[in-house]
């Protein structure tokens, strides 16, 4: 059972920056596109960045500029540094992958690590 593991969410001030990470364990053939997701209190899921295998990257528009997602794919771990963080980038962010098999795909999601943004 593949699972995903998000580190780096925290308190900080406007303005300030913060970088997630997120790492999978257990039996892997190969990930594809791997992404950060966010839900802010009373508000749905929204995707925050994407990344596929070769590099190419989606951002949401609230935040680009601003954060830039990369990966590692000899450790398939994928980062989002927040640069210039705002209030309105509070929420709980959820890593996203999506893992290749032989035969068939599946996505997997993190549990979550919160990001408050004070101002």
């Known amino acids: 059972q593949v699972q995903l593991v998000e580190s780096g969410g925290g308190l900080v001030q406007a303005g300030g920056s913060l970088r997630l990470s997120c790492a999978p364990s257990?039996?892997?053939?190969?990930?594809?596109?791997m992404g950060w997701h966010r839900q802010a209190p009373g508000k749905q899921r929204e995707l925050v960045a994407a990344?596929?295998?070769?590099?190419?990257?989606n951002y949401a528009d609230s935040v680009k500029g601003r954060f830039t997602i990369s990966r590692d794919n000899a450790k398939n771990t994928v980062y989002l540094q927040m640069n210039s963080l705002k209030p309105e980038d509070t929420a709980v962010y959820y890593c996203?992958?999506?893992?290749?098999?032989?035969?068939?795909?599946?996505?997997?999601w993190g549990k979550g690590t919160l990001v408050t943004v004070s101002s």
């Open positions: 990344i596929s295998e070769g590099g190419t990257t």
């Open positions: 257990g039996s892997i053939f190969s990930i594809g596109t």
């Open positions: 996203n992958a999506r893992v290749l098999y032989s035969l068939s795909t599946r996505d997997y």
